[in-house]
C-alpha cells in the first residue's frame, strides 16, 4: 500500500520524499502487458469485485533525495 | 508473510520477464511522449513493461551518473543514457540475462556509449558506495520480497545528495487472498 512504500522509504533513510504522480490502473491498463495471460485477466474480473475493475491499482511515481551526510539506514 | 519465498519469487520473474514478447508499442505508448518514442529502438518501445515514467521527474542533468534497477529492455536506460549525454553515464541492472542481452542490443542499435549494463540483484547492487547521482526504476520495486533491503541498497550507491525516482505499482486496499498467492500477480 501506498503508505507502507512511502514509510519504507522514510526508513531508508530518504528525505524529501514527494509522490509527483498517481494514476488509477484498472483492468484495461493491465490488458496492455505481455505479460498477464487473457486467463488471468479473466481469473481477475471473477475474483475482484466489479467496483475495483478500473482502479485495482495505483501507478505512482514516487521521488526522494539522500541527505548530505548520513542517513543510512536498513528499512 | 509473503506468499513466495525470495528464492521462488526470483525464479517465476526471471522465467516470465525471460520469455516475454511483444508485438505493439501499447504500454509505452500510454507512458511515454511521441517524440522520446521517436528516438528510440522499436525492440526498447515494444518491451516497456514499466507503469510509469522515472525519468520524466528525475531531472537529469547532462554529466549525472543514473542507474536504472531492473532495467529490463532499456527503454528507461537509454532515456537516461540520452538525457545525461557522452559526458554522462547510465548504468542499467537486471537480474534476467534475457532481458540484459535485449537492452544491450538496443544500447548498440542506438550507438550509445555511455550506457553500461550488469546481470544481477537490486537487493545486492554490484557498484560501489556513493558511485550513483540519480537511481532510477519503473515497475520492479514491487517484485522484490525485500523492498526494504532495495531501498537501503539504493541509499548505499547514491552519493550524498543524490537522488531517487521510482514508479510502482500500489494498492489503496487489500486483494483477494486467490490473486496475491497467484504467481502471474507476482511477475506483473
Not at chain 2, 513493461?49 to 531492473?70: F, W
Not at chain 2, 557498484?127 to 532495495?150: A, F, M, Q
Request: proline share 6%; net charge negative.
Amino acid at each position: 500500500m501506498e503508505p507502507v512504500l512511502l514509510k519504507k522509504f522514510f526508513n531508508a533513510g530518504f528525505e524529501e520524499i514527494r509522490v509527483v504522480d498517481r494514476k488509477p490502473f484498472g483492468l484495461a491498463e493491465l490488458a496492455r502487458y505481455p505479460l498477464f495471460a487473457p486467463e488471468f485477466l479473466d481469473f481477475l474480473r471473477k475474483v475482484v469485485p466489479s467496483h475495483r475493475h478500473e482502479e485495482l491499482v495505483y501507478s505512482i511515481v514516487v521521488t526522494g533525495r539522500k541527505p548530505e551526510k548520513g542517513g543510512e539506514e536498513d528499512g | 508473510m509473503p506468499y513466495f519465498s525470495e528464492a521462488d519469487a526470483r525464479l517465476i520473474i526471471r522465467q516470465t520477464y525471460g520469455e516475454v514478447q511483444s508485438a505493439n508499442a501499447e504500454v509505452a505508448e500510454a507512458i511515454y511522449d511521441r517524440e522520446e518514442l521517436e528516438r528510440l529502438p522499436y525492440g526498447s518501445v515494444a518491451l516497456a513493461l514499466g507503469v510509469g515514467h522515472p525519468v520524466r521527474y528525475a531531472a537529469l542533468k547532462p554529466g549525472e551518473t543514473v542507474l536504472d534497477l531492473g532495467c529490463g529492455a532499456g527503454i528507461d536506460t537509454l532515456l537516461a543514457g540520452l538525457a545525461v549525454g557522452s559526458e554522462g553515464r547510465a548504468v542499467g541492472l537486471d537480474m534476467t540475462p534475457a532481458m540484459i542481452e535485449r537492452a544491450r542490443e538496443h544500447v548498440t542499435s542506438l550507438g550509445l556509449t555511455n550506457v553500461e549494463l550488469r546481470e544481477g540483484l537490486m537487493e545486492a547492487i554490484p557498484l560501489p558506495d556513493g558511485s550513483i547521482d540519480v537511481v532510477i526504476s519503473n515497475g520492479v520495486l514491487n517484485l522484490s520480497t525485500r523492498k526494504g533491503r532495495v531501498l537501503a541498497e539504493t541509499m548505499r550507491v547514491l552519493r550524498p545528495g543524490g537522488r531517487v525516482s521510482l514508479a510502482d505499482l500500489v494498492i489503496t486496499e487489500a486483494l483477494p487472498e486467490e490473486v496475491l498467492k497467484s504467481p502471474a500477480a507476482l511477475a506483473g
